[in-house]
């Protein structure tokens, strides 16, 4: 089981996936999941990428700080892995909370991303927009996922739930504070590399103004909106999603 310790202690679970020949790309999941919420994704980016995901510290199999963390931190922990698996340049995909870290990191090491993809997050929680609605307290998981995706598929929304058991409270605190005190939005007009913006339509948890928010301020960012798709696009849309990925890195290789 492939662990990276950080100076600070905290140690980071990771996979790899693909031909390590092949261009890298590093998934960045969202607040308090892990690699399996990947699962759907990452077989399909393997067949052309070599793929990296790991569990931010406190999720997964990874360890939660003892300590509130900035996104910094975050960001350096990918900086990290990169570096563990002796890679220059990756592309870098974050979603939701992962977006976020893939963003600072854009930012604070345009010369170690070959592309960002920032995929159902926000520029910032000061200039967020608010999401759209709370879910009935009776179905919270309709805060995730499309309510035509949970009706016509309760069997996935069923598995999905149930992989959700390495949830770890103290490390999606330490997420929570983190992003509740980062804000990129001025900083928006220095990135510098390639950009997608990726969201869906539905998504009940961040509203995909802010990936149009992003799009309009980032230069050059291209947006693509997943109709129908909720929160959790890479379920619900995972063949459109990973074949807009994989296109956008496509015209992007060198």
């Known amino acids: 089981m492939p662990i990276l310790e950080r100076p600070d202690g905290a140690r980071l679970y990771y996979e790899v996936a693909g031909d390590p020949r092949r261009p890298p790309i590093v998934l960045l999941e969202g607040l308090g999941g892990d690699v399996v919420g990947w699962r759907r994704t990452l077989p399909h980016l393997a067949a052309e990428l070599f793929v990296i995901a790991y569990d931010h510290r406190g999720n997964g199999r990874s360890e939660a700080p003892p300590e509130p963390t900035t996104m910094t931190t975050y960001a350096e922990d990918g900086l990290a892995i990169l570096d563990e698996l002796r890679l220059e340049r990756a592309h870098v995909y974050g979603q939701s909370f992962g977006g976020a870290v893939a963003l600072e990191l854009?930012?604070?090491?345009?010369?170690?991303?070959?592309?960002?993809?920032?995929?159902?997050?926000?520029?910032?929680s000061r200039h967020a927009m608010p999401a759209p609605g709370r879910a009935p307290k009776d179905r919270p998981w309709l805060q995730r996922y499309s309510p035509a995706f949970a009706q016509a598929h309760p069997d996935l929304v069923r598995e999905d739930l149930?992989?959700?058991?390495r949830?770890?409270?103290?490390?999606?605190?330490?997420?929570?504070?983190?992003?509740r005190d980062w804000d990129a939005y001025e900083r928006l007009g220095e990135v510098v590399v390639p950009t997608l913006v990726l969201h869906g339509s539905e998504d009940r948890l961040m509203h995909p103004d802010n990936a149009r928010l992003l799009a309009e301020r980032i230069p050059g960012a291209e947006l693509v909106i997943l109709e129908g798709a909720g929160h959790a696009y890479q379920i619900e849309a995972a063949e459109e999603a990973d074949e807009v990925v994989l296109d956008f890195v496509r015209r992007h290789r060198s």
């Open 106 to 124: 854009t930012l604070t090491h345009p010369e170690r991303v070959r592309t960002a993809i920032l995929a159902a997050t926000h520029p910032g």
């Open 162 to 165: 149930g992989l959700q058991g």
């Open 167 to 179: 949830r770890s409270p103290p490390g999606e605190r330490r997420q929570w504070e983190a992003m």
